[in-house]
């Protein structure tokens, strides 16, 4: 790298930082402005007037908590909420709803409403444990739902108890109709239980916990939910009984009304969010879902065929509900909650059940409540480890049966994931050596040549010699027994490694808060240092596995990077930002991966150093000057070439 390169380089970075930071303190000032003005409207009592100023503050500052806090208060004072407004904040749950059981924002409920059921419109909310050594489910006797699900094992990146979802943050229950058409939605009536008992603690054998939701002297509709030893994955049983008079006898099909708000679990928020989706099953078919790294605040899509599961889930935990038969279709969709800080996603289902309206009636599904671990997912079937998206095509199939066969044998015998790594890396470079090695000697032997093309270039310095100074060049190659396309074959057919290392590392839940020198936690970026601004793209922290690997990076091609044509200014210059724009990319990543591409980088430098020692320039310099006294024979792709210029009056250069 040479002087010009690297004052351009310092001089790029400068500017960036310097129109952050311009702009950072833009943002500022217009922000601060808006709220002066907002609570100037606020004191004098023009709470239409302040909303809207607070609103436009947002603007500038899209979570900034007193203005949002201020917003929340002018809304009860009005009685009202923007449409706009409810759109972004999705009416977010309230922490007083757990004390009460109900939620603050539903209106006094019409007992009439729900005809033979008023008799369970109305009653005191209690809840019943149900655990076993991995998971324990809080149920409310409101809905009869699971109301909230904690996971035994793990914790959230600030050291708290790991719950999927809490209180009134989510629905679940069945929509219908009554022979009388009453609009009947189980997830807001009341459930009685079979037995006193408010806690199940699984031993050896299975417990259930059995509900009941009556609409007359034995005609009830029955939840059991059986939860095993050892198990993330819940038995839900539902049974009708003596509804054939109840339930609407033209309907055949019942709605599974299930919506959540995801709430956020890991340090890295940008990088939870990119592996948040909803995925599905097609009955006897493949895995699908909605796009990951969605940008659009809402993304919806309605599935018209039958369907086996449906999970929300994010970076490394899922909520998972799954039939027995089939679901005939569903509505699912997805919604960024930009308002909040809590919650990541809010996501809603609205599924189709298969209902025969008889005399008694079952539906049968199971729910699981746990991590996107791959073997444990694996164990329960229907393809639910492909929630774990690792990559299409061969990129996903090197990941499942190539690199993830490895990394468990590792972890086997050895319990520190950094060294875990760091032998996976240098398996990967032991057995793609041969691929490699043939790249270092064609670089090498390029390098050798490099006086002799600058020569080249001297001899056809205009540009209309450009194409007789490309064909001397290649027939020097020729005659030495270079191939210019060595160097990158060997190159491009290493890429799907990488590729799927990029895949591997974020969703891998076993790097998950595992520590590693400076780093705790693999899974998120490694930060030694808080920045008191935000850069865009880079973020506001220093990931110092992200710095390794970019000088790293710059180290290995300024060993490689002097092969011929790569000397050109904009080539040179394109070939040094590369590394930055990736650094930018990678800070908020996870440190696994960075430590994969550092220890790469730096392994592949010392094959390098290794490979160069077996190549001999006297002897590549002699093969050049032996081939000098015989003639050159022409490919016949080079002869059609010929022919083909002649043809069009283009004599070829001289030798």
Request: charged share 20%; glycine share 6%; with cysteine.
């Amino acid at each position: 790298m040479d002087r010009n390169t690297i004052t351009g380089l310092i001089l790029i970075f400068v500017i960036f930082i310097g129109f952050s930071l311009y702009n950072s303190n833009r943002n500022n000032k217009a922000f601060d402005k808006a709220l002066a003005a907002a609570d100037s409207d606020y004191a004098k009592g023009d709470l239409e007037t302040a909303r809207t100023e607070y609103i436009n503050a947002l603007r500038f500052k899209a979570n900034q908590p007193d203005a949002l806090s201020k917003i929340n208060e002018i809304n009860l004072k009005l009685g009202n909420t923007p449409a706009k407004e409810k759109s972004d904040s999705l009416s977010l749950p309230q922490s007083n709803s757990s004390v009460s059981g109900t939620n603050p924002s539903e209106t006094k409920t019409d007992v009439n409403q729900y005809g033979v059921f008023a008799q369970s419109a109305i009653g005191e909310n209690e809840f019943i444990i149900l655990e076993n050594n991995l998971v324990e489910l809080k149920i409310s006797l409101k809905g009869g739902r699971v109301y909230s699900a904690r996971l035994k094992n793990y914790k959230t990146f600030d050291a708290q108890p790991l719950i999927l979802f809490s209180g009134d943050s989510t629905v679940f229950g069945f929509n219908f109709f009554t022979n009388d058409n009453k609009a009947v939605q189980t997830n807001n009536l009341y459930f009685k239980p079979v037995s006193d008992q408010k806690s199940y603690k699984v031993g050896s054998q299975p417990e259930s916990v059995v509900l009941r939701l009556y609409a007359g002297d034995d005609k009830y509709i029955e939840y059991k939910y059986t939860l095993a030893p050892d198990k993330y994955i819940v038995d839900f049983n539902v049974n009708f009984k003596s509804m054939e008079g109840i339930i609407a006898s033209n309907q055949n099909s019942l709605t599974l009304d299930w919506k959540m708000f995801i709430p956020q679990q890991e340090k890295g928020r940008q990088n939870e969010e990119n592996y948040s989706t909803i995925n599905y099953k097609y009955y006897q078919d493949d895995v699908a879902g909605l796009r990951l790294r969605q940008s659009k605040e809402i993304e919806k899509n309605d599935i018209t065929t039958k369907l086996s599961w449906i999970s929300f889930q994010d970076q490394f935990f899922s909520s998972i509900i799954l039939t027995n038969d089939f679901f005939l279709n569903a509505s699912v969709s997805s919604t960024r909650t930009l308002a909040s800080k809590k919650y990541l996603r809010y996501y809603t289902s609205e599924v189709g059940v298969p209902f025969n309206n008889g005399t008694s009636n079952s539906i049968n599904m199971k729910l699981y409540y746990g991590p996107n671990s791959i073997p444990i997912l694996k164990k329960e079937g229907l393809q639910l480890e492909k929630i774990v998206f690792l990559g299409k095509n061969i990129i996903g199939w090197i990941s499942r049966f190539v690199i993830i066969p490895i990394f468990n044998w590792l972890n086997h015998f050895i319990k520190n994931f950094g060294l875990i790594i760091l032998i996976l890396t240098i398996i990967i470079k032991v057995v793609l050596f041969p691929l490699t090695f043939k790249s270092y000697q064609s670089q090498a032997k390029m390098q050798v040549l490099k006086p002799m093309v600058e020569e080249l270039g001297k001899k056809f310095p205009k540009k209309e010699d450009a194409m007789k100074k490309q064909q001397a060049t290649m027939d020097l190659y020729k005659r030495a027994g270079v191939n210019p396309m060595g160097g990158c074959l060997p190159m491009l057919l290493q890429m799907p490694i990488l590729f799927a290392m990029f895949r591997f590392f974020p969703v891998s839940i076993e790097l998950r808060q595992e520590h590693f020198l400076w780093a705790t936690d693999l899974s998120t970026y490694d930060s030694i240092l808080k920045l008191p601004f935000m850069i865009p793209m880079y973020g506001n922290h220093v990931s110092l596995f992200t710095l390794l690997m970019t000088a790293s990076t710059l180290l290995t091609m300024k060993m490689t990077g002097s092969s011929p044509g790569s000397d050109q200014p904009g080539m040179k210059m394109m070939m040094y930002m590369m590394p930055i724009m990736f650094m930018l990319i990678l800070n908020n990543f996870s440190a696994g991966l960075t430590y994969y591409y550092f220890l790469a980088n730096m392994l592949t430098y010392a094959q390098n150093m290794i490979s160069k020692r077996f190549i001999n320039a006297d002897a590549v310099l002699a093969t050049l000057e032996e081939n000098k006294k015989k003639p050159l024979k022409k490919s016949k792709w080079q002869q059609r070439l010929e022919t083909a210029a002649k043809q069009r009056g283009i004599n070829p250069p001289k030798k």
